[in-house]
């Protein structure tokens, strides 16, 4: 069974439109993370949510907002998509909100924005 | 800021060599210090180092923590062409996300 599952894996789209990646956890676990790693593979937080309640946010574009139905899911939904989103999105959670848990990785949504 | 560095950033050796990782930190209220192996998926985890001086080892690979120093290293000895990834070290403070460093490159050839 895969822990941590996002989906679509591969993602091709214009400028412009408006996509979502939806991750889903089967751990039990109560944070869930969205991670973008760009082309030099640097790897940094976007959003974190706890038991469905957003507690991190960094410096992203309203273009991007997360939802969280519950606690086992984590969407990302992104509007009027630009070439500079491209890159690999990583889906993540927790057990706790504590940092020191590893963090389990979903295998990632690649998306490209021609 | 809060900021994790690692060295090299990309590294070419031959099977059968050894070869350390660095990774130095500057995380407020540091508690720990991840390392994880990103090969062309997501990426996975290795060690969670705490304490300063202990080493963690798994089969060829290991790691340890200074904490005076701020830094961590990962060793991987006897390389083998399936350690070919991208070794990235994370710092935790316990209330922040973990802050990634930009990750090592390794390249085994045969």
């Known amino acids: 069974d895969t822990a941590v599952s996002q989906t679509p894996k591969y993602l091709v789209t214009q400028m412009g439109n408006d996509k979502s990646i939806k991750c889903e956890q089967n751990l039990g676990h109560d944070t869930m993370y969205w991670y973008k790693q760009d082309s030099k593979k640097f790897l940094k937080i976007m959003f974190s949510?706890?038991?469905?309640?957003?507690?991190i946010n960094e410096t992203v574009p309203n273009r991007f907002s997360p939802k969280s139905p519950d606690k086992a899911h984590l969407n990302l939904h992104i509007n009027s998509l630009e070439l500079g989103d491209s890159a690999v999105y990583f889906c993540a959670s927790s057990q706790t909100w504590d940092s020191r848990n590893t963090i389990y990785f979903g295998e990632g949504s690649w998306l490209t924005v021609v | 800021e809060d900021k994790v560095v690692q060295s090299p950033l990309s590294l070419v050796v031959h099977e059968g060599d050894t070869v350390t990782l660095n990774c130095s930190y500057e995380?407020?209220?540091?508690?720990?210090l991840l390392w994880y192996k990103q090969e062309k998926k997501a990426p996975t985890f290795l060690f969670m180092l705490?304490?300063?001086?202990i080493e963690k080892k798994s089969g060829r690979l290991s790691s340890i923590l200074d904490k005076k120093e701020l830094s961590s290293i990962l060793n991987i000895t006897a390389t083998q062409t399936g350690d070919s990834a991208i070794y990235l070290c994370?710092?935790?403070?316990?209330?922040?996300?973990?802050?990634f460093g930009k990750g090592t490159r390794l390249s085994v050839i045969a």
């Open positions: 994370a710092g935790a403070s316990g209330n922040t996300p973990l802050v």
């Open positions: 949510y706890n038991n469905k309640e957003l507690i």
């Open positions: 995380v407020t209220n540091f508690r720990s």
């Open positions: 705490t304490s300063s001086g």
